[in-house]
């Protein structure tokens, strides 16, 4: 059973109203490392929903959140003064007059609707605003002690005496960082506090600051009603925030905790899990750029979450798309297939690896020539408008992240760099070029090559490198037969005998 099929069937065993919750802090840039969250809870909502279940399902903003350091993308000029101040207080890096978690969180937005989630958007400044918050503050400040008695208990550390689970906002800086509760009335539902700038004063209940983040989370699960959240491994360790909040939960605001899934990292190949703060990151919007969204969505479904999943944007992103276009709706993984699955596009049916390549062939003549190169291969182009797409995505990961050895171009003259060959080299060449007809299979150009190679009395490596030297002026192309029996071959049998 898929992971998703086995969650979403404890929650219905459970009964009652399946409420799912995710969200982020948009302190930076929200790369596929924070996709994994809400890409997890997605697929348990779509598997409740084949169950003929209807879950409400949050995706929580937190913009409440301070701006914890001026991270390494950010102008300290700018952004040291604002060190401490809730993100949807302080200004966007763009200076366009959105908020600093508005210039985040927008292209994240955008990013959500191409991946196919449907899911309510609850940014955390409001929910305090608003006043929904107001009843879990009374009841966290009301019962200090014994949630600094959980607190202490589950981390073996002792709360100060000047400890609350309430941090206001500073009426004079602005800052959630310095200030100190110093009482509060319930009633008037307001809190006094004083602050390291030296300002005292009072602020309302709804607004006027936020929970710290070890009551915060149970606060919004008691007031959201979640019965189910995926959350990261940094979370799950003994004595750790999910620990805390589930006693919390339970003890103070009086309700079960949501049923947890912990999920492990994806880190970057070759640099390791994704951080925003660090500056290591590919953002999500920037992979929509270069990856259908149903196979950005099938990285992620296709492992368990207590896997940790790999990701390197050069080469191992071709085998990717390719998995995820064999798996189909009949592959070893075709639940997780169609939990990725959007629309019911029919199959493209040609290997993304042979896009790449066709779409250099055919430069800048476009997507009219890439369709006559492929259905010359023998391969059905009646999904045009599949494959176009697919070309659109392989020539922005050309532009972005293929390596070097990758990309080619289809050299209009006799490349300067093939003269001067091995005369064997050139002999096979010509001898290839005098048994080429329109209508030959990769393979029988394969076997030709080896055959004129041969017969010349050339090395294959050298009389390889001759030809692509010859087409590409590089000494490195693609796959030769493949590549050869996507040419003209008027053009082919001209360029390999102008070899001398």
Same mark, same amino acid.
């Given at each position: 059973?898929?992971?998703?099929?086995?969650?979403?069937?404890?929650?219905?065993?459970?009964?009652?109203?399946?409420?799912?919750?995710?969200?982020?802090?948009?302190?930076?840039?929200?790369?596929?490392?924070?996709?994994?969250?809400?890409?997890?809870?997605?697929?348990?909502?779509?598997? $409740?929903?084949?169950?003929?279940?209807?879950?409400?399902?949050?995706?929580?903003?937190?913009?409440?959140?301070?701006?914890?350091?001026?991270?390494?993308?950010?102008?300290?000029?700018?952004?040291?003064?604002?060190?401490?101040?809730?993100?949807?207080?302080?200004?966007?890096?763009?200076?366009?007059?959105?908020?600093?978690?508005?210039?985040?969180?927008?292209?994240?937005?955008?990013?959500?609707?191409?991946?196919?989630?449907?899911?309510?958007?609850?940014?955390?400044?409001?929910?305090?605003?608003?006043?929904?918050?107001?009843?879990?503050?009374? %009841?966290?400040?009301?019962?200090?002690?014994?949630?600094?008695?959980?607190?202490?208990?589950?981390?073996?550390?002792?709360?100060?005496?000047?400890?609350?689970?309430?941090?206001?906002?500073?009426?004079?800086?602005?800052?959630?960082?310095?200030? =100190?509760?110093?009482?509060?009335?319930?009633?008037?539902?307001?809190?006094?506090?004083?602050?390291?700038?030296?300002?005292?004063?009072?602020?309302?209940?709804?607004?006027?600051?936020?929970?710290?983040?070890?009551?915060?989370?149970?606060?919004?699960?008691?007031?959201?009603?979640?019965?189910?959240?995926?959350?990261?491994?940094?979370?799950?360790?003994?004595?750790?925030?999910?620990?805390?909040? #589930?006693?919390?939960?339970? #003890?103070?605001?009086?309700?079960?905790?949501?049923?947890?899934?912990?999920?492990?990292?994806?880190?970057?190949?070759?640099?390791?899990?994704?951080?925003?703060?660090?500056?290591?990151?590919?953002?999500?919007?920037?992979?929509?750029?270069?990856?259908?969204?149903?196979?950005? =969505?099938?990285?992620?479904?296709?492992?368990?979450?207590?896997?940790?999943?790999?990701?390197?944007?050069?080469?191992?992103?071709?085998? $990717?798309?390719?998995?995820?276009?064999?798996?189909?709706?009949?592959?070893?993984?075709?639940?997780?297939?169609?939990?990725?699955?959007?629309?019911?596009?029919?199959?493209?049916?040609?290997?993304?690896?042979?896009?790449?390549?066709?779409?250099?062939?055919?430069?800048? =003549?476009?997507?009219?020539?890439?369709?006559?190169?492929?259905?010359?291969?023998?391969?059905?182009?009646?999904?045009?408008?599949?494959?176009?797409?697919?070309?659109?995505?392989?020539?922005?990961? %050309?532009?972005?992240?293929?390596?070097?050895?990758?990309?080619?171009?289809?050299?209009?003259?006799?490349?300067?760099?093939?003269?001067?060959?091995?005369?064997?080299?050139?002999?096979? $060449?010509? =001898?290839?070029?005098?048994? %080429?007809?329109?209508?030959?299979?990769?393979?029988?150009?394969? #076997?030709? $090559?080896?055959?004129?190679?041969?017969?010349?009395?050339?090395?294959?490596?050298?009389?390889?490198?001759?030809?692509?030297?010859?087409?590409?002026?590089?000494?490195?192309?693609?796959?030769?037969?493949?590549?050869?029996?996507?040419?003209?071959?008027?053009?082919?049998?001209?360029?390999?005998?102008?070899?001398?």
């Amino acid at each position: 059973m898929h992971w998703a099929d086995e969650m979403a069937g404890r929650l219905a065993e459970r009964g009652g109203e399946v409420v799912i919750s995710t969200g982020i802090s948009p302190s930076g840039p929200i790369h596929i490392g924070n996709m994994r969250e809400v890409v997890t809870a997605d697929a348990v909502n779509r598997a $409740l929903k084949d169950r003929g279940l209807t879950p409400a399902f949050y995706y929580i903003a937190d913009d409440f959140d301070n701006l914890r350091k001026v991270y390494p993308f950010l102008d300290p000029k700018v952004y040291t003064e604002h060190v401490g101040r809730p993100l949807s207080r302080i200004p966007g890096p763009a200076g366009d007059g959105r908020s600093y978690a508005d210039h985040f969180l927008a292209p994240f937005m955008a990013s959500l609707e191409r991946l196919g989630i449907e899911t309510e958007v609850v940014r955390l400044h409001e929910l305090y605003e608003s006043g929904r918050m107001t009843p879990a503050i009374k %009841l966290a400040l009301e019962n200090r002690d014994r949630i600094a008695g959980i607190i202490d208990g589950m981390t073996g550390r002792e709360t100060p005496d000047t400890w609350s689970p309430f941090t206001p906002i500073c009426n004079s800086c602005g800052r959630l960082t310095r200030t =100190r509760v110093t009482g509060f009335d319930a009633a008037a539902e307001t809190v006094a506090y004083g602050c390291g700038c030296g300002d005292e004063g009072e602020v309302p209940m709804a607004g006027g600051g936020k929970l710290v983040w070890r009551v915060d989370w149970p606060a919004k699960w008691w007031v959201l009603g979640v019965t189910f959240e995926p959350f990261g491994k940094d979370h799950a360790t003994r004595g750790g925030s999910y620990a805390s909040g #589930e006693r919390i939960c339970s #003890e103070i605001f009086g309700r079960p905790a949501p049923m947890p899934l912990v999920y492990e990292w994806i880190r970057l190949s070759g640099v390791g899990d994704m951080s925003s703060s660090k500056g290591n990151v590919v953002t999500i919007s920037e992979m929509l750029e270069i990856l259908p969204p149903e196979v950005l =969505r099938f990285l992620v479904i296709r492992r368990a979450p207590k896997k940790t999943i790999s990701f390197d944007p050069g080469m191992p992103l071709l085998n $990717l798309v390719n998995d995820f276009d064999e798996t189909g709706a009949t592959g070893a993984n075709e639940r997780a297939y169609r939990l990725s699955a959007l629309g019911s596009a029919p199959a493209v049916g040609v290997p993304f690896k042979h896009v790449v390549t066709v779409v250099q062939i055919a430069g800048e =003549r476009g997507d009219d020539a890439v369709l006559e190169i492929l259905e010359r291969g023998g391969y059905d182009v009646s999904n045009s408008e599949g494959i176009r797409g697919r070309a659109a995505y392989a020539r922005r990961w %050309l532009e972005t992240h293929a390596p070097e050895s990758v990309k080619f171009q289809l050299q209009e003259t006799l490349p300067e760099a093939a003269t001067g060959l091995e005369p064997e080299a050139v002999d096979a $060449l010509h =001898r290839l070029a005098d048994g %080429l007809e329109p209508g030959l299979t990769a393979e029988r150009i394969h #076997e030709m $090559l080896y055959d004129a190679a041969e017969k010349a009395g050339a090395a294959p490596k050298v009389v390889f490198r001759a030809l692509y030297l010859a087409l590409l002026g590089k000494e490195r192309g693609p796959r030769a037969g493949w590549f050869l029996s996507t040419l003209d071959s008027d053009f082919l049998i001209e360029r390999l005998h102008e070899v001398r």
